[in-house]
């Protein structure tokens, strides 16, 4: 069993572009959820996927938008980079047995310069 | 809204001394309480959970019991090692089920040999 995974491990990108983060759901897991960690801080929840629908949805800007697909994987997508969006990406999984336990992926560094 | 609140680190502590990281949160209902472990360059693992009052989580030689009286929920080692230094961080996950989870700044641990 692979684990959550994410894609691509490190990304640069410019200020004002745009960026898809990817994930892949642990198997047997239907809901995704993703979280942004600036340095030295702790995780923020972005939002979260069950159902190919967004269920919840933490304190950020539309420019944050995402998808889910039928096989669970999912997609962070962010517009209009700014700089403060550089930080480490998590994307989590869980299953519907154990909705307390939500399983992380090593997440995605992305640096806007 | 929900939040976590824990002791600032760095925490320099030398091998088998005794560990305690404080932790308190505020959340409405019964939220289920977490600490995750985050070693360098590797993603969140969780430590250990509690879901009810008065519950003792435990792994590792690491316990932290749910206190709702004190609404805190502090972890504890009796004898750390060189290989525990990492960062932890006290969350919640609140009590509507969808997991959610909301995170306290992290702590950072360094045991000397």
């Known amino acids: 069993d692979a684990g959550v995974t994410q894609s691509p491990t490190h990304l640069i990108k410019t200020r004002g572009q745009q960026v898809t983060l990817r994930c892949s759901p642990k198997?047997?897991?239907?809901?995704v959820s993703w979280y942004q960690q600036a340095l030295g801080q702790g995780p923020q929840f972005i939002f979260q996927y069950y159902e190919e629908e967004e269920r919840q949805r933490g304190n950020f800007p539309d420019r944050f938008s995402g998808h889910q697909f039928p096989n669970y994987s999912s997609e962070l997508n962010v517009n209009a980079l700014l700089l403060g969006d550089s930080a480490l990406y998590l994307c989590a999984s869980s299953r519907p047995s154990s909705r307390l336990r939500a399983f992380f992926g090593q997440g995605t560094r992305l640096t806007v310069v | 809204g929900d939040s976590v609140t824990q002791m600032e680190g760095p925490v320099t502590l030398s091998e088998e001394a005794f560990l305690t990281i404080n932790c308190t949160y505020t959340?409405?209902?019964?939220?289920?309480l977490f600490w995750y472990v985050q070693y360098p360059g590797e993603g969140l693992q969780l430590l250990l959970k509690a879901t009810k009052a008065d519950d003792k989580g435990s792994n590792k030689g690491f316990e932290a019991t749910y206190r709702k009286e004190t609404t805190s929920f502090h972890l504890e080692k009796g004898s750390v090692q060189v290989s525990d230094s990492a960062v932890y961080f006290c969350a919640l996950s609140d009590s509507g089920g969808y997991q959610k989870v909301t995170f306290g700044t992290g702590t950072k641990l360094q045991v000397i040999p």
């Open positions: 959340a409405t209902g019964y939220p289920s």
């Open positions: 198997s047997g897991h239907d809901t």
